[in-house]
């Protein structure tokens, strides 16, 4: 007798069919570790039973986002056509990932995910999802400077000239694509050594869950955080990044959320694409163009900023203005 299909496998099959577009032929990879077992299973069984070749292998799940796998999991990634990464820690920022995307394989990333997310964030609209985040890429990309402010006391600018922006639109279709699932944002590197001011993480910050208590303020001259400041979650914040070194510090990712049916839920995978957001991340930004390669990625979420890209308004209070 055939189960029942539940929303979480209805969610696996969007993922597999709809954002990576996989073909019959195409063989699939599974890697999940012990905290995310549920949903790496669930992917692995739903891609058998939609008749693809599945592998599914279980790992240690890392220390902090952006901790190498294994090498024989790295050396595997390279092997498949589409790879699934439903991790307690991300492996975006590796080089394990940029290795296989540079490879030609489509390379999905679930840092920290639960089963309440995937079936949420899996059930979005990613055609509206690609079409703003495509939007604002081409926007940023004719920009050279942005400054935020928010109620909190965020008040940061950095240069972006130059820099390629990414629209993690979901869609993974071209070989080489990756990006987290679910998604929805639109990002890119600041430029090293041009972020002044302070940015105050009110919304949720990765590896610490929801700000609840004391904000996190974040001091930063000439590209670096300076000091950290916020209670308990600023301490742990400073431990991960004082257990890399200074560059760890380094003001690493400007990022706008583009998803509509994302909410804060203190699962940063989330988080950081919830619409009416913008993110910056401190360490590793070579992903994104940069040139910062330290085993760290840190998301701090902003609640209701205001945006100016040169001198034109492009989000006032947590709304976009673009048409």
């Not at 693809?52 to 024989?72: C, Q, R, T």
């Not at 944002?185 to 919304?203: H, I, K, R, S, Y």
């Not at 400041?229 to 301490?235: C, E, P, Q, V």
């Amino acid at each position: 007798m055939k189960r029942k299909l539940t929303k979480l496998d209805s969610a696996c099959v969007i993922a597999i069919r709809d954002c990576m577009g996989t073909k019959p032929e195409e063989k699939i990879l599974v890697i999940t570790d012990e905290q995310k077992r549920e949903i790496g299973l669930a992917l692995h069984e739903n891609a058998i039973r939609l008749g693809y070749y599945s592998l599914l292998v279980e790992m240690k799940s890392g220390k902090i986002n952006g901790d190498e796998p294994p090498a024989e999991v790295a050396e595997l990634m390279k092997q498949f056509d589409v790879v699934f990464c439903p991790t307690a820690k991300s492996l975006t920022h590796t080089n394990a990932r940029r290795t296989a995307s540079a490879k030609g394989v489509r390379v999905a990333t679930f840092p920290g995910i639960t089963k309440e997310v995937m079936i949420r964030g899996m059930n979005a609209n990613y055609k509206n999802i690609a079409a703003l985040s495509i939007k604002l890429k081409e926007i940023l990309e004719k920009g050279k400077l942005i400054r935020v402010t928010a109620p909190a006391g965020t008040d940061i600018s950095f240069s972006i000239e130059g820099r390629t922006a990414y629209a993690s639109k979901g869609l993974f279709h071209a070989k080489g694509e990756s990006g987290n699932l679910p998604t929805g944002e639109t990002f890119l590197a600041p430029v090293e050594g041009t972020a002044n001011g302070v940015f105050v993480v009110d919304g949720s910050m990765a590896g610490l869950g929801l700000i609840k208590n004391a904000n996190i303020r974040i001091e930063v001259e000439n590209g670096y955080a300076t000091k950290i400041s916020g209670g308990t979650l600023a301490r742990r914040l400073k431990q991960q990044l004082d257990a890399v070194g200074r560059e760890a510090y380094n003001i690493a990712e400007f990022g706008i959320g583009t998803n509509d049916s994302a909410k804060l839920s203190g699962v940063l995978l989330e988080d950081e694409k919830v619409m009416g957001t913008i993110h910056i991340a401190l360490g590793n930004n070579v992903s994104m163009g940069g040139n910062v390669n330290v085993p760290i990625h840190l998301d701090g979420v902003v609640k209701k900023p205001t945006v100016w890209l040169d001198d034109k308004l492009l989000m006032k209070d947590g709304k976009l203005l673009i048409k």
